[in-house]
């Protein structure tokens, strides 16, 4: 039976990191790290994100400023709040919460705000930085994967390490950093040919799709570890993976729940993403 990663004990762990830094950070430049939150429009989810991220700011003592935009915000009004919270210097993180309404175009938004201060590692340059190898900011999610694979303790270098699901805030950037740890990585897709195939050769395996059960338990290797990403609804109301979670832990050696696993995660390390910021402003680095 697989041994179960607790994404949340884990989140702790980096939370208890981040507060101590924060403490540091007081004591040497006399303010708090500050994260700035912008949530445009009323979608109930993306308000939910936003007010846990918030929370989880507080218990860390990070200085979070909200901006609340109604949902007819024009592009200039939303690019002119990016502008100005650029230039303060008492916020080191903007965190824009997407989805924005439709008539918003995300890529614009993102590309607007100072690369030092996004905090979600998803401007062009960070993204440039991170396919260089070179150190930047890089997507939460894909940080809170790496944290619990190298907490399992095996190897990365050499792996053969399968990622499937291939956006810009998941499946890329988590394989770009699996090659940073000298894994040989496959980055699968919805035009993947023989997906099962691929699957069952992954020592280290990276499901990010948002189809539930798409990986069956039987494809997954005898001893692999197993990140699901997956976070769905089904009608009866519950949370589901990606992956058939208890056919997969018959098989696996480590195995992450949904709930649980890496969705804890993700707010832990834009917590660590924004002390990280605002440590290299406060140095002058880029
Ligand atoms: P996207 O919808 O942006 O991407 C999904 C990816 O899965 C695409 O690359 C798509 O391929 C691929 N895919 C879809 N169907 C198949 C299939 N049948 N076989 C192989 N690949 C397939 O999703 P995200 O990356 O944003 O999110 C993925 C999941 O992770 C969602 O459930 C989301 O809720 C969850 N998530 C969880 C987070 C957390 O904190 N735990 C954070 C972010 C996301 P193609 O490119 O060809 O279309």
Redesign the pocket.
Known sequence: MAEIIDGKAAAQEVRGHVRREVLEFETRYGMAPGLATVLVGSDPASATYVRSKRRACAEVGIASFPHELNERTTLDELLALIGELNRRNDVHGILVQLPLPPHLSAQQVIAALDPRKDVDGLHPVNQGKLVQGLPGLRP??PL?IMFLLERTGLPLAGADAVV????????KPTAFLLLERDATVTL?????RD?AHVVQRAEVLVV????PG?VRGDWVRMGAIVID????RLPDGTLVG?VDFAAASSRAAFITPVPG???P??VAMLLRNTVEAAKRQMEGQS
């Open positions: 939460c999610t809170g499937v699901g291939r956006s810009t805030l998941v499946g699968c897709h919805s035009r993947t997906l990010a799709t948002g189809r798409l990403v997956g976070i769905n990606d696993g890496v969705g995660m993700t």
